[in-house]
């Protein structure tokens, strides 16, 4: 089982520049989140999905943009690239009857 | 109050001793509390969680102790291993909709020495 799955692993990107980090899941989930580690911070949520066609604003969603327009893919897109957008970023996907989130292995994401 | 707060930020412990990660929160509406653990180049995976309405939760030689009225939570390791060196993350889920959103705290790396 493929599971959650992130691309690009690493990227490096010029302030200004756009880019977006692809997130696909293969349990049929309806909740899809998008987190952003960074060192002694924990996890922060950017975004949120509770469907296709629905997304909403996490924590710290400033900097970024999300689209749902299936079940299984929930896009992050970056734009104008910032130094304080140097991080690593997890996707993470939740059936409806638990708590458990599944988490992809990460997209590491600097800034230059 | 959306926070959770983790401490100890990092923790040694010798092999076959006993780590313990403690997590404090504010808001009285959340209901669920799972711990993660993080190895390096990996997401965060569940180790275990529990609900308000038990004191203690064990899976094998990791216990959560819920203090509802202190409001605060702590991960056991007995027995730590050199394999249980991670990063624990504790989290609290707000209990007024279902969309699941967890509010983390700030990590605790562990190191077990062999």
């Known amino acids: 089982n493929a599971g959650v799955t992130q691309t690009p692993k690493f990227r490096i990107l010029k302030i200004g520049q756009s880019m977006t980090l692809q997130c696909t899941q293969d349990m049929n989930h309806n909740y899809m989140y998008w987190y952003r580690q960074d060192p002694g911070m924990g996890l922060k949520l950017i975004y949120y999905?509770?469907?296709?066609?629905?997304?909403d604003k996490g924590e710290v969603p400033n900097g970024y943009n999300v689209s749902r327009s299936t079940t299984e893919d929930f896009p992050l897109r970056l734009e104008l690239a910032a130094p304080s957008q140097t991080s690593v970023y997890f996707c993470?996907?939740?059936?409806?009857?638990?708590?458990?989130?599944?988490f992809g292995e990460g997209s590491r994401l600097t800034v230059l | 109050q959306q926070q959770v707060k983790q401490s100890p930020q990092s923790l040694i412990v010798q092999k076959g001793g006993i780590s313990i990660i403690n997590c404090a929160y504010e808001?009285?509406?959340?209901?669920?509390f799972p711990w993660y653990q993080q190895f390096p180049g990996k997401g965060p995976a569940l180790l275990i969680a529990i609900r308000p309405d038990v004191s203690e939760k064990k899976e094998g030689r990791f216990t959560i102790s819920f203090n509802k009225s202190a409001k605060q939570f702590s991960l056991h390791i007995m027995d730590s291993q050199p394999g249980d060196s991670a990063t624990y993350f504790c989290a609290a889920s707000p209990g007024s909709s279902n969309t699941g959103k967890l509010i983390f705290g700030q990590g605790t790396t562990l190191q077990v020495k062999p």
């Open positions: 993470a996907s939740r059936g409806s009857n638990t708590g458990e989130l599944f």
């Open positions: 999905s509770v469907g296709a066609g629905i997304t």
């Open positions: 808001n009285t509406a959340f209901d669920y």
